[in-house]
Nanobody
Framework: QLQAYGGGLVQAGGSLRLSCAAS????????MGWFRQAPGKEREFVAV????????YYADSVKGRFTISRDNAKNTVYLQMNSLKPEDTAVYYC?????????????????WGQGTLVTVSS
């Protein structure tokens, strides 16, 4: 089970940190991803991190502004979002894959959180 939180309203140029708490004993072996869905658009990949935290990968649209990290002792993955833009407005979802794949494909992820809304005002 995944629980995402930390969304809110922020002005353009501001920052937010999203968190995703996971239950279960195999968190450290799971690849964790963040995805987002803007109004009227399809859900898209944002960032992914390997189970160890060593490997990360970002969508071009957020590279250099967002940072994904994890604390396996707390069963939590984070998404630090800086220099936010109005086009970052979306519901953000965390997802997990327990096969250890490093993938940006939505269909590879079996477990999904409920989403947290991020609104960036101009």
């Amino acid at each position: 089970q995944l629980q995402a939180y930390g969304g809110g309203l922020v002005q353009a140029g501001g920052s937010l940190r999203l968190s995703c708490a996971a239950s279960g004993r195999t968190f450290s072996t799971c690849t964790m991803g963040w995805f987002r869905q803007a109004p009227g658009k399809e859900r898209e990949f944002v960032a992914v991190i390997s189970g160890s935290g060593i490997r990360t990968y970002y969508a071009d649209s957020v590279k250099g502004r967002f940072t994904i990290s994890r604390d396996n002792a707390k069963n939590t993955v984070y998404l630090q979002m800086n220099s936010l833009k109005p086009e970052d407005t979306a519901v953000y979802y965390c997802a997990a894959d327990d096969r250890g794949l490093i993938t940006i494909a939505l269909y590879e992820y079996v477990y999904w959180g409920q989403g947290t809304l991020v609104t960036v005002s101009s």
